[in-house]
């Protein structure tokens, strides 16, 4: 509707200028005509004009036929008067009728060889003045005019027309506008319906294209862009449910099969406390499942703001030999930490540790006992780089792209029924990603895996 008034505006404002120009265009065109022709006609009636006595008078031959213009056109409107007392001495018929008016009124003005214009009865006539001399000298003034009754009824006409075709102009204006502006907005509201038809049901949908590259073609492709990433991302999150609900069934069904057992069987005092206990380690499992499946929906809630803090790299392996040496002496496995002085990360602390918390434990749980892990601290140019290098069983060369992928686990420590979810690796990816570093992996099944973790270190020379 808008765009509909904005267009009849400008197309009236145009057609009002265009026919306000053409308009005065007209009119001093047929004036300067109107002048051209009394010019002419005093010009002529000149050529007739005698003197008797001193008097002027004019003097040609009605009968013939080329005076029959003179006769009935151009001397339809003259007269001579005598400019020192204003006394007419010749005079058209028709100026007699129209009274001593003109006359009068030029008297009192000086006489010009110029033009004048006067309001009648008739209409309004145009005269021109000249002064004549008669062979002694005297002085008249010749005036002739003309009616401007025909400029004046072309000029009319021309304005009913105007006043006729403007408004249907302006109707045809707001009619096209109209339709214009419904057919440039017809492929938005094609949007629009597809939009309001979309849901978590069918997140596969996508709007038109129309092919035409244009700025709805670009609206379109970018709803589309917008409508894949949140299908990728609901996707996603029915996978993590999906998993989810299979990760904490086995571990429940565990605990409810020994529950029910130790609640039909009964049995000695050790025999129930040799249950509760493993039901504790199953309850152990759970609620470290639980913590990472936590980390891993706020990493993904994309409400998380990591910290852009230096990172003291030296305190945070101290705290993590502090909270993995027990498990690492417990398996027969020698855990050895070397780094440089004063290495400085930039980024969280607390989600950092995380990921080489994760790395490490990793290296630790696929090492068997009497194996090794060697954490090496650093500095590589503008970056930090944490080696965490072991001696286990190693990762299969199919494997290895698919380790930081969700709940991906190797069948090999499935099979050695090592305890996981697969969520570490990708949490540890997560936070080196957002964190502007990056992780990478190399392996030989049987001989061991190294894990090398790049954060940016501080003070950094490069953009993070
Ligand atoms: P989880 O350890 O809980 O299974 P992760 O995401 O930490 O899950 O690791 C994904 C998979 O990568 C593991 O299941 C394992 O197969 C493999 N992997 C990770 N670290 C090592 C390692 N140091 N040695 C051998 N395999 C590893």
Redesign the pocket.
């Given at each position: 509707m808008r765009i509909t008034v904005l267009y009849t505006v400008i197309f009236a404002a145009l057609f009002a200028g265009f026919f306000f120009s053409a308009y005065h265009l007209f009119a001093s065109q047929l004036d300067r005509d109107a002048s051209n022709e009394v010019t002419d006609r005093a010009e002529g009636l000149r050529g007739y004009l005698k003197f008797e006595n001193e008097i002027p008078v004019f003097r040609f031959d009605g009968a013939l036929p080329e005076n029959a213009p003179l006769v009935r056109d151009e001397t339809r409107f003259y007269q001579i008067y005598d400019p020192a007392n204003g006394r007419i001495v010749a005079q058209s018929y028709e100026m007699r009728m129209l009274g001593s008016a003109i006359v009068l009124r030029e008297h009192e003005s000086p006489v010009q060889n110029g033009f004048f214009d006067v309001s009648t009865d008739e209409g309004r006539l145009r005269f021109h003045n000249d002064r004549v001399r008669s062979p002694a000298g005297h002085e008249f003034v010749l005036q002739v005019g003309i009616s401007l009754k025909s400029m004046q009824d072309a000029l009319n006409r021309f304005s009913r027309l105007g006043l006729w075709l403007g408004p249907l102009a302006l109707l045809l204006a707001a009619t096209s506008g109209w339709f214009m502006a419904s057919r440039a907005l017809n492929p938005v509201r094609d949007i629009v319906h597809a939009a309001q038809k979309l849901d978590l049901s069918n997140l596969d949908h996508r709007l038109p294209v129309s092919g035409a590259n244009d700025e709805l073609d670009e609206l379109a492709v970018t709803f589309n862009d917008a409508f894949a990433r949140l299908a990728g991302s609901v996707g996603e999150m029915k996978q993590l449910t999906a998993s989810m609900a299979h990760e904490l069934r086995t571990p429940l069904a565990a605990l409810r099969g020994e529950a029910e057992i130790a609640l039909l069987h009964g049995g000695s005092v050790r025999e129930l406390k040799r249950v509760l206990s493993s039901q504790l380690e199953e309850i152990d499992k759970l609620t470290k499942l639980i913590g990472q499946l936590l980390m891993v929906t706020k990493a993904e809630s994309g409400l998380l703001r990591l910290e852009h803090k230096p990172v003291d790299v030296q305190a945070l392996l101290t705290e993590v030999d502090d909270t993995l040496s027990v498990l690492a002496s417990a398996k027969g496995i020698s855990l050895t930490f070397e780094y440089d002085r004063d290495l400085m990360a930039i980024g969280d602390a607390q989600w950092l540790k995380h990921a080489v918390l994760?790395v490490i434990d990793?290296?630790i749980?696929?090492t068997p006992e009497g194996g090794s892990v060697a954490v090496h601290g650093t500095r590589d140019g503008n970056y930090v780089v944490i080696d965490v290098r072991?001696t286990?069983?190693?990762?299969p060369h199919n494997?290895i792209p698919h380790?930081f992928e969700r709940f991906?686990?190797?069948d090999?420590?499935r099979a050695k029924d090592i305890e996981?979810?697969?969520?570490?690796?990708?949490l540890a990816k997560w936070i080196l990603d957002h964190h502007g570093g990056e992780i990478s992996v190399s392996?030989e099944v049987g001989k061991g895996?190294d894990?090398g973790l790049r954060v940016p270190a501080f003070p950094s020379m490069s953009k993070v």
């Open positions: 994760n990793n290296a749980k696929y072991d286990g069983m190693g990762i494997a380790i991906y686990r190797a090999s420590s996981g979810v697969g969520l570490g690796l990708n392996s895996s894990f």
